[in-house]
């Protein structure tokens, strides 16, 4: 059976009201980061799509696609979308299964729900995870789950962009 966007586009419904209700629940200036980890960034994807989109960062790991070719449909400022990705993902399809190079010169790869968001195409902030492009860290797989691994470069990386302190990814 073939991926279906149908659960991110309800998840999304319900993202969307939770920041709005988030921040109108909160008095004076907040910065708001959202994270999408695999599936969940379609969900953020399908959400930062709406105008009163109600988040200042997104942050996309480990994504088979935002469900948007650019990452200027999404709603937050030029800059606030960042991706990590790591070469042991396995997530993202397209160029690859058709026997194209990755990095084929001005075609953008292509994720299950649009444009591979690590692709310069997207025009996303790349996000630094210390994942190998090999796949590997150390002797362990770099597999799609290590992005939150306690110590790991990627969580100190969302971290500060959490905390409000993008100057300090590693």
Known sequence: ???????????????DSFLSELRASHLGPSDVTVIGHSYGSLVVGE???NEHFAADNIVLVGSPGAGVEFASQLQVAPGHVLVGANGGDKVVIGSDIAGLPKDLPGLPRQGIFGT????RSFG?????TGGSSAGATGSAPYLNHDYFHIGSQSLQNMAAIVAGHPGAIV
């Open 1 to 15: 059976m073939p991926a279906s966007p149908d659960r991110a586009i309800g998840g999304a419904s319900a993202l």
């Open 47 to 49: 959400a930062a799509q």
């Open 116 to 119: 591979d968001p690590s692709d």
């Open 124 to 128: 996303a902030t790349r996000l630094p």
